[in-house]
């Protein structure tokens, strides 16, 4: 059974250091050690890195391998994540997410 890579980028009305830093531990708090996860991390933008290519759009990315599209399902109706939507979306002013079976 393939893993699932579950990609999100946050990009932030409020995009003030602390604000940044704000979700960075709610993602902590809120999306570690559910089940069925086999990789957990979160980053900011590096911004040196801005080639054409590059998408400069976004403050926080989340990335979570989970061990299958079960695990992912369960994850997203788990109330610590459902808890994480409803303290941190009210500074979203978009969210882009990228999911992909591993192979």
Same mark, same amino acid.
Not at 15 to 33: E, F, R
Not at 64 to 70: K, S, Y
């Given at each position: 059974? +393939?893993?699932?890579?579950?990609?999100?980028?946050? !990009?932030?009305?409020?995009?003030?250091?602390? =604000?940044?830093?704000?979700?960075?531990?709610?993602?902590?708090?809120?999306? !570690?050690?559910?089940?069925?996860?086999?990789?957990?991390?979160?980053?900011?933008?590096? +911004?040196?890195?801005?080639? +054409?290519?590059?998408? !400069?759009?976004?403050?926080?990315?989340?990335?979570?391998?989970?061990?299958?599209?079960?695990?992912?399902?369960?994850?997203? !109706?788990?109330?610590?994540?459902?808890?994480?939507?409803?303290?941190? =979306?009210?500074?979203?002013?978009?969210?882009?997410?990228?999911?992909?079976?591993?192979?």
């Amino acid at each position: 059974m +393939p893993r699932l890579a579950h990609h999100v980028f946050f !990009t932030l009305a409020d995009d003030s250091p602390a =604000k940044i830093s704000g979700l960075l531990a709610a993602c902590q708090k809120y999306l !570690t050690d559910h089940e069925g996860v086999v990789d957990f991390s979160i980053g900011v933008r590096d +911004p040196e890195l801005a080639r +054409p290519v590059n998408n !400069t759009e976004y403050h926080v990315s989340l990335h979570v391998i989970f061990a299958d599209r079960a695990a992912h399902d369960i994850y997203q !109706t788990a109330p610590r994540h459902l808890d994480f939507i409803a303290q941190e =979306k009210s500074n979203w002013k978009s969210v882009a997410i990228f999911d992909s079976l591993l192979q």
